[in-house]
């Protein structure tokens, strides 16, 4: 069975998770985990999320935070890197922008 990983670490990001994980758990075709980068950390920006979209807690949370951009994405991208060589039955569908940059290259 795959397993669909659902990185996130702002906002935005927490209200696609809600519909999208919200849907696919009606389903037993696949098995989901979220990661959360911590891009967004505090209870108000990140856990009233969760709460109040419903969503579970982060199987996995980098607590990226605090930190410039470049630090952002290379923590970000050593944290992903070691996660997918370890799972390699895995679907990314959607990240926040920083850790999107560093899967382009």
Known sequence: MKTIIHIVGNRP??????V???E???????TQKIIHTGQHFS??????????????????????NNVSTN???AKAA????Q???????CIALYMEIPT?????Q
Do not use: C
């Open 78 to 81: 050593d944290e992903l890197e």
């Open 43 to 64: 209870h108000s920006m990140s856990g009233l999320f969760f709460e109040e979209l419903n969503i579970p807690v982060a199987d996995i949370n980098f607590n990226i």
């Open 24 to 30: 696919l758990a009606t389903d037993n075709l696949f």
């Open 100 to 104: 999107q940059l560093w899967l382009q």
């Open 83 to 89: 996660y997918f060589r370890q799972n390699d039955n």
């Open 20 to 22: 999208l994980y919200n």
């Open 71 to 73: 630090l952002f994405i």
């Open 13 to 18: 990001q927490f209200i696609k998770l809600a």
